[in-house]
């Protein structure tokens, strides 16, 4: 039988070499001893734990496999605010960070800098106290965070204590991630069980760091690098680059591609070649920070409400990856336009699973020369719209087959038609049930007559179980259909029904708008409505009348001229006004045809300076807005969006070009 002090002796024993090896494993990516090994180590360790549970310590390496789960996290107030970046997109941009360096000290002739890798994943903050670790907590509003302690326990590369001796309180920063391997491989393996795909390593590590049983978590294969400490003064370093080896003797993983610069130009110099780097890296990093490298200059210059004025992330522009193209789909939109979209092999880009990408048209396939099993160059233009940019006929095998258009319609077997002179091939039968489900998802749209609570989601489903049919179906749903909806419930139902009923109290305007008729958006819908008064009139008007109305060119007139000739419009029409539509007094020409529409920009704009772009759409009746919020109706963006596009794009506004928002004055 083993003695409690014999036990103690050999724990400590234990725990030594368990530390050490998990370092060589985890931090050093150097393994001294095999799998095995190391197993029989750590069950010997976990035995004698058992039989001595007065021994366990908080930083005995049994802690990394999890314990019982939590009720909910606890919050930690950060000592000093974990704060966030400002962004940078070009060389420029960096030149200009220090320009405003210089500004604010003038008296500081050189700065010298350290860039680091900008990791896609979430920033922690682990506390030490006399060595060893006694809380970490997520980032949270900045100000406190959640405790996660359980959860980074588990982390391998972590250090529940340090390897040198550290006196006192210190507080460490940095990111947890997992590889882009893992990643896919957790993805992978989600998509299997039928669990929900994590859209980007970062939320992965979120959604692995948030699990209140640290076992869970445990299983996940999180990684970490350290990037800082909250206070300099918790340090015995005078600046980020000694800090790095302070961190990195203390046991803690540091990136391996961290630079110190002498001057800003070196920096841009990292930059790009972190860029060109970036696709064959292990993890999705999605730009670089830079810091300035003095301890004392970062005093001097401090912070900002929410960001530091000595560091700044040098972000990415659209990144690239390649996969394979799996399959081609044909989709049918409202207008009966058909497009292909690429069906892919997901992979992670830029921090975002892309399984599909659009290839626009026929011509685009052709040029491109895509066939189904080619490896393909994916892109996410502006970080955002992925594409195919083109194949690699170098990986061809023999097996790929061309991509070839449809001659009918996937839903409905209409012979399809690509007019002269236009890239697009359409559905010519406007009965067709593909253009029906668009139109009602049109319908019921922000861009239609925004019908709250319910979505295209719940439409496709009404539609699929043929509860609905058509626009006009809307108007005889019974509530009992909705609550009946997978999801749904009494409560639902009835918001949504009595959002339905609102509907019909609209404008002229804004019902055009919402029948989404081919070339007629939400500007030229409120000319016609202006000009027309009303839909008796609108609805009798030939293409000649319709080339009257001041902004409204030939195109539009042909595709009104066509779609309010159509019978089934008018059977649409007639129901519509049946199920009691009520349309407020139509908006006067000299009100502008932008009133009641807000505007946001973003990005360096090319046709127009800022200030002209504004002065129009004011003069034009709209308002502009310098703060996103559900209010904005359009975000116009130029070169270089920034982060507003990803918001608004998560708030559902509509995205402009430059060169739409410039039609959309033109007719305006
Ligand atoms: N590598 C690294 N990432 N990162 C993120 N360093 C770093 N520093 C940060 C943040 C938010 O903030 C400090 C500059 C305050």
Redesign the pocket.
Known sequence: MTSENEARQRLATLRRQLHHHAYQYYVLDNPLISDGEYDRLFQELLALEEEFPQLVTADSPSQRVGSLPLEGFSSVAHSHP????ENSFSDDDLRAFEDKLRRFLPDVTTFTYVA????DGL?VELIYQEGVLVQAAT?GDGRSGEDITANIRTIGAIPLSLQNAHAGRLEV???VFLSSADFNRLNRQRGEAGDPLFANPRNAAAGSLRQLDSRLTARRPLDF?A??VSDPDQVPVRCQSELFHHLAALGFKI?PL?KRCDDIEAVITHYHHLSSMRTQLPYEIDGM?V?VDDFELQGRLGNKAR??R??I?AKFPASQGTTILRDVEFQVGRTGAITPVAILEPLAIAGVVVSRATLHNEDDITRKDLRRGDTVLIQRAGDVIPEVVKPVPEQRDGSETPVRMPTTCPACATALVRKEGEAVLRCPNTACPAQKLRSLCHFVSKAGLDIDGLGSKAVEKLFSKGLLEDIPGLYSLKKADLAALEGWGEKSAAKATRAIEKSKKTSLARFLAALGIRHIGEVTAGLLAEYFQNLEHLSAASMDDFLHVEGIGSQMAESLALYFADPATRDLLKRLMEAGFEFSEPTQRDAGALQGTTFLFTGKLQLFSRSEAKERVKAAGGRVTSSLGKKVDYLVCGDKPGSKLNKALELGITILEEQQFQAMLNSS
């Not at 680091?116 to 990791?119: A, D, S, V």
């Open positions: 974990m704060l966030s970046l680091e890798p900008k990791l920033a980032r920063r940095g990111e690098f990037y800082g990136n961290i920070v810091k960001s530091p000595w560091a992330a």
